[in-house]
């Protein structure tokens, strides 16, 4: 998280905050182009806030597990059940087991069905968006993403994010939020 051109924002200027996650390691998701591009569009706006997160290995998932620790981003080491929007890069196939591991990892609930309640402390589960090439192949993940852009994500996701964003101020349940999300082209509601 202290990478040359990592962005950092006090917290209390945030609106909306955003976990971009590659659903691979550190070592191959870093020379993804996509996530860099969404990365920039995302923290343009002042009271936006867009986080990076990767898949860990087997011993770093297994040694957050035996400390009850959960995943977390690595710009402010905020836990993924905190932040409003987990927005997965699926670049391939074999990324779709990754995205339920990160999921499992964070304590977020697997299904989406599941994530439709409220937590016990009453606050919403985050919303999980998924994007990228292999979401034009959609089923397998449909069960666990709430959201999908059928292809790239840059032409509609701030349009999606400024929903999400109005949705919480309004008080919108995740329903209402979803129905306004499926009026937006490109947008894959499961």
């Known amino acids: 998280g202290i990478e040359e051109g990592s962005v950092h924002k006090a917290r209390d200027q945030v609106r909306l905050h955003v976990g971009l996650i590659f659903p691979d390691m550190y070592e191959v998701g870093m020379s993804y182009l996509g996530q860099k591009i969404l990365y920039s569009i995302i923290n343009e706006r002042p009271h936006w806030q867009a986080e990076r997160v990767f898949t860990p290995c087997r011993e770093a998932g297994a040694v957050l597990r035996s400390h009850k620790t959960p995943l977390c981003t690595l710009e402010s080491d905020?836990?993924?059940?905190r932040l409003d929007v987990l927005g997965f890069?699926?670049?391939h196939e074999l990324c779709y087991s990754n995205i339920l591991y990160v999921l499992d990892l964070?304590?977020?609930p697997l299904r989406t069905k599941d994530r439709r309640l409220a937590r016990p402390d009453g606050r919403p589960w985050p919303l999980v968006v998924a994007?990228?090439?292999c979401t034009l192949a959609a089923e397998?993940?449909?069960p666990f993403v709430?959201?999908?852009t059928l292809g790239e994500a840059e032409a509609a996701l701030p349009e999606l994010l400024e929903q999400v964003e109005q949705a919480g101020t309004k008080g919108l349940t995740r329903e209402e939020l979803l129905l306004?999300?499926?009026r937006i082209p490109g947008l894959y509601i499961p």
């Open 78 to 81: 905020t836990p993924l059940d």
């Open 89 to 91: 890069s699926v670049t």
């Open 106 to 108: 964070a304590g977020i």
């Open 131 to 133: 994007g990228g090439g």
């Open 140 to 142: 397998p993940l449909a």
């Open 146 to 148: 709430d959201v999908m």
């Open 180 to 182: 306004a999300l499926s």
